[in-house]
T-cell receptor
Framework: EAQVTQNPRYLITVTGKKLTVTCSQN?????MSWYRQDPGLGLRQIYY???????DKGDVPEGYKVSRKEKRNFPLILESPSPNQTSLYFC?????????????FGPGTRLTVL | SQQGEEDPQALSIQEGENATMNCSYK?????LQWYRQNSGRGLVHLIL?????REKHSGRLRVTLDTSKKSSSLLITASRAADTASYFC???????????FGPGTRLSVLP
């Protein structure tokens, strides 16, 4: 089944404790992206990647890191999480080398930073 | 950055009625997409309309795009309770590399 998977689905952590949210897609998509969703603000793009070893900042990259060492994986790293990073996070992938096409979304990761 | 803004923020209708949601954006786009999200779950792509298209249909969905007014509308005909969800428009920026979503319209379809 074609899908985007994220892990963990739920995470409660404390300020400053490094964490990684994994994202994997099995559709051989070149484009991958991370979003955060907050009430009243819709989805905001954090980082995106057009291909392996190619990443770029979205609208809200501060406090986050990403890497794209393999085509299928695009982990999101929070080196020192803070309470304002409490949010619902989505990973997405798309065909082509841009976001022009339909994006397929993962199920989401609900992160709480205490 | 440019942003899609949906209107209304919330909409409540009876089953069988039509639902119309609007999206406005600020700068030129290459395409505009509509997505649906069921409570707290991942977004599902509904339809993509390119800047050189004016109208597109998919089942009970009809999307229009007016680039002169920088606006789009999503019409859901003969709504069903299962259409209850949040609907988002997304516009591309930076030649499609960067996507911007609006805050969404919450649609409630009452049986």
């Amino acid at each position: 089944e074609a899908q985007v998977t994220q892990n963990p689905r739920y995470l409660i952590t404390v300020t400053g404790k490094k964490l990684t949210v994994t994202c994997s897609q099995n559709m051989n998509h070149e484009y991958m992206s991370w979003y955060r969703q907050d009430p009243g603000l819709g989805l905001r793009q954090i980082y995106y990647s057009m291909n392996v070893e190619v990443t770029d900042k979205g609208d809200v990259p501060e406090g986050y890191k990403v890497s794209r060492k393999e085509k299928r994986n695009f982990p999101l790293i929070l080196e020192s999480p803070s309470p304002n990073q409490t949010s619902l996070y989505f990973c997405a992938s798309s065909t082509g080398t841009s976001g022009f096409d339909e994006q397929f979304f993962g199920p989401g990761t609900r992160l709480t930073v205490l | 950055s440019q942003q899609g803004e949906e209107d209304p923020q919330a909409l409540s209708i009876q089953e069988g009625e039509n639902a119309t949601m609007n999206c406005s954006y600020k700068t030129s786009i290459n395409n505009l997409q509509w997505y649906r999200q069921n409570s707290g779950r991942g977004l599902v792509h509904l339809i993509l309309i390119r800047s050189n298209e004016r109208e597109k249909h998919s089942g009970r969905l009809r999307v229009t795009l007016d680039t002169s007014k920088k606006s789009s509308s999503l019409l859901i005909t003969a709504s069903r309770a299962a259409d209850t969800a949040s609907y988002f428009c997304a516009t591309d920026a930076n030649y499609g590399q960067n996507f911007v979503f609006g805050p969404g319209t919450r649609l409630s379809v009452l049986p």
